[in-house]
């Protein structure tokens, strides 16, 4: 067999025909839908037609498709995987409107609400007709949540609640949030019409990376709620905690998209653009990038692979999610920037995508957990004894 530089290890040969339609599926996706417009997008700092697009995702069965039921594709863990890296090879903005909407907003209410919720959002968010968004940042509490200062009291049967988050993906443009509140009985989560008076979700502007995303804070001001608002499967931190362990995992697969991307555009780049005449990608110290950045690549799309097929059987920890996250972001960055080197002066241009990749991967390495909390979370699981306090 012969040699093929955009699968040097034949990790195509792990995946069986479902997993290839699956792929292939969201991969012409966004070659049509987002790769012509995401430049001017990302330029702009705009996600123009999302409710579209949201609807055009629901379509290819995108929206939570590893879960069961309620219109949900029901898809294995690989083949979310998959769809992960193909969206993020686009751009990360994308990949955080699915995973936001699946594996944060739609996980929350499929694992941990009652018939009646699942009944009434998820059929509307997995055909994208219904866009969720996640509560569970604020101001002034990032990697410590258990500090989180909204609070929702009991008012007779109805619950009134109080409070900011920030930092949170497709809250302007969302009709539900699920929003994690302190109460007297501990943290719980509650599934918010945003429609309900005193909601609101003013827009962030003047991001630097994560541009073609819709990224809000989300106020509540005495917000009143029934009692069948909140989510009565689950008590305490382990609900919000279980729903970043599902997000997590995608984004292990799709910082190797950012990154499969810029390396592929600097590979292309290395054999065309000509220096002393001849091409960059015959001089030695460039193909030493290249071969360095194949290596990190495969690696991890060879990891998330492993980490995918546990959980599909149900073996996955915490810490190998936190390992995968760790090792992967990190890498992904790293092959940016060495692919921006290649580039040269024109890495930092948008009509190529590393550099809009790069500056998106500075966000990615601090959501769903910060590189020093992934690193604590295998330290301790390293030693059993707990440095976070």
Not at 5 to 16: I, K, S, V
Not at 229 to 250: D, E, F, I
Request: one cysteine or more.
């Amino acid at each position: 067999m012969s040699f093929v530089p955009t699968d040097p290890l034949g990790l195509d040969e792990l995946l069986g025909p479902e997993d290839l339609a699956v792929r292939d599926t969201v991969r012409a996706w966004a070659a049509d839908r987002v790769l012509p417009n995401i430049a001017q997008w990302y330029e702009d700092g705009e996600l123009p037609g999302i409710r579209e697009l949201a609807r055009e995702l629901g379509a290819i069965g995108a929206l939570g498709m590893s879960l069961q039921g309620y219109g949900c594709a029901g898809a294995s863990a690989v083949q979310y995987g998959l769809a992960c890296l193909e969206l993020e090879a686009a751009d990360s903005g994308i990949r955080s409107l699915v995973s936001v909407q699946g594996s944060l907003a739609m996980y929350a209410i499929w694992k941990y609400g009652s018939e009646e919720q699942k009944q009434r959002w998820l059929p509307g968010m997995a055909a994208g007709e219904l866009i969720g968004c996640f509560g569970l940042t604020e101001p002034d509490v990032g990697s410590d949540p258990a500090a989180m200062r909204t609070y929702a009291k009991r008012d007779g049967t109805d619950w009134v609640l109080n409070g900011r988050k920030m930092w949170i993906t497709n809250g302007s443009v969302a009709a539900v949030a699920v929003v994690w509140a302190q109460t007297d009985d501990g943290i719980r989560g509650f599934a918010v019409p945003t429609d309900t008076p005193g909601f609101s979700a003013p827009e962030i502007k003047h991001k630097w990376s994560l541009r073609a995303s819709v990224t809000s804070e989300l106020v509540m001001d005495d917000v009143r709620l029934p009692a069948d608002a909140v989510l009565p499967q689950v008590t305490g931190l382990k609900g919000p905690l279980g729903c970043l362990s599902h997000a997590r995992y995608g984004i292990i697969w799709g910082s190797m998209g950012a990154a499969r991307a810029s390396f592929e555009s600097a590979l292309d780049y290395a054999r065309t653009r000509e220096q002393f005449g001849r091409p960059i990608g015959g001089f030695q110290l460039t193909q030493a990038k290249l071969a360095d950045m194949a290596l990190e690549l495969h690696k991890g799309i060879l990891l998330a692979h492993h980490l995918g097929r546990r959980m599909d059987a149900g073996t996955l920890r915490p810490e190998q999610i936190s390992f995968g996250k760790l090792n992967n972001v990190r890498e992904a960055i790293e092959i940016c920037r060495t692919a921006r080197t290649i580039l040269g002066a024109n890495g930092i241009s948008l009509e190529y995508p590393v550099m809009r990749h790069a500056t998106n991967l500075e966000s990615v390495l601090t959501y769903e957990g910060t590189v020093e909390m992934h690193q604590l979370v295998l330290g301790k699981a390293l030693t059993g004894l707990d440095a976070f306090r």
